[in-house]
């Protein structure tokens, strides 16, 4: 009957919507990154797939991936453990869990750039801020965002301040939904904290804790935000500067867009590569 | 049933705990405390108020006055208010269908849900350029449709795929019997179903409005004076007011309220938002 066909009046908006607004555009994008576009240029050129060999003769290319994949194999980790220790602390049967948990997860609602704007305070080198408490303690204080080495801890620090709650938020929710009886009787066979720990909460809390892992590499592989703003654009020099700063700076300060367009694919491969292995391996967990 | 020890680990519970608050909210407290000092103190390590420095409210008093402020604000209201109920509205409707009818030619229902999926993780600097090139080819570069138009393509999927769930999880009987009364689908949609889910809704148009208010890289590319949002205008600030951090925090502080506030409000659905329906809360 014809009440069948109104279900594509339903979902026919959202879909066209999305094809005219994000794959027509990518589409386009697709055959801009075949040319030698250039902002307010004149016609563009077909240049073949010469943009794409670009980005491997540049040093800055494989210096925004190393970077980028230093950033995940740094910070993620640490909201892990840290958000599992959060969790674990917050789930025992404390008074005020609540709004222990509400204060928690505040930073998950800061955005990065106000995180940023924060940061220009935070980490001032001069007096104020955390270099002046180190100071006032009598330590040494460091330079936050103009040392090269000290810049990849300030983001790896932004980045740990603005996600662990997140890992925290999900892995209390996943600790809450562990089936009771099977807590109940590994604690009436006597297992001590550590065991419980290490033979019942963790294997069943690994799908939870992959999805976070799965989550936050996700995010963590477009850091934007606090190297383009809190460190001027991956600085100092270029050692904060993400793969997606780099396109950016194609695209953007340089105008090339066909050369951006094309390290956009290069990167969406790459991404897509990554996510297809972690899915891969994640899916074995949920069927 | 109380074991030995338990005092102890409950003090150890507490003690970290009350050290990881002090972490996390230190680097709120500090701007905040920045934006009620007067300009020398802003470089001085002196965090407590009244008893360490004198508080003040001027750059307060003299910042909500600003004019620009007022820009920035407004248009990030503009947008986001826009773009959550276009979003909401476009995404409980393909939501509704996912959740009540069976797709079979061409795409199935499982097909569809994977394609939202995927937009939902594509990274927003591969979208950056096609945006911009699409709002440039339209002239509507610095205007607020430009903005609305994006934000609402870029969140749509999140508002379809926790809308569908919403739908999945309200019993359909209701809505069989309004069909069997003659109520035709779109009846049944706006007058059954919707209020049905009127709470998800709710926090998919609040997620979504704090989405766009905090959405940074889109609203940069695409804008430079007239539609500016609080992100871009925040991030300029740093460049035009240097060290003024007394002006620097107050921005601050107004640029993370809204999303803090309604993010504590809508609390329960944050987790299943966050994770596109992957955990539920």
Known sequence: MGQDRIKFFFILPAVIYILALVIFPLA??????????RFGGTLANFVGIRNYMMPFGDYRFYNSVYVTLLFVVLAVPIELALGLLLALLVSRNIKGQGIIRSLLIIPLFVSPIAFALMGQVIFYEGGGGINGILKDLGLPTLRWRSDPT????????ADVWMWTPFAFLITLAGL???????????????????????????????????TILFFRIIDTLRLFEIPFTLLGGGGPGITTETLTVYIYKIGFRGFFFGQAAAVSFI?????SAILSVLLYRVRKYYV | MRRKGDLVKDVVTYVLIAIFLVLFLFPIYWTFITSIKIPADTFTSKFLPFIQFQPTVKTWISQLQAAENFKAILNSLLIGLSSAALATFLGSMAGYALARFQFRRFFKNADIISWFLSLRIMPPIALALPFYALILFFGLIDTHPAV???????????????????????????EESALVDGCSRLQVFFRVALPLIAPA???????????????????FVLTNRVATTMPVYIAGTVTTVGVLFDILSVRGILAIIPPIVLGLLVQRYIISGLTMGAVKG
């Open chain 1, 28 to 37: 386009t994008a697709l055959y801009t990154s075949l040319t030698d576009a």
């Open chain 2, 148 to 174: 609305i138009l994006i934000h609402t393509a870029f969140f749509l999927p999140y508002a379809v795929l926790v809308s569908r769930d919403a739908f999945k999880a309200v019993p359909v009987e209701i």
């Open chain 2, 201 to 219: 809704l709710a926090a998919i148009y609040i997620i979504i409005f704090a989405f766009s208010w905090n959405e940074f890289l889109f609203a």
């Open chain 1, 267 to 271: 990167y969406l491969a790459m991404v």
């Open chain 1, 176 to 210: 809450n939904a562990l089936p009771k009886d099977i807590v109940e009787a590994a604690r009436i066979d006597g297992a001590s904290d550590a065991q419980m720990f290490r033979h019942v909460t963790l294997p069943l809390l690994t799908p939870t804790l992959l």
């Open chain 1, 150 to 157: 000290t810049a990849i801890f300030t983001v790896v620090l």
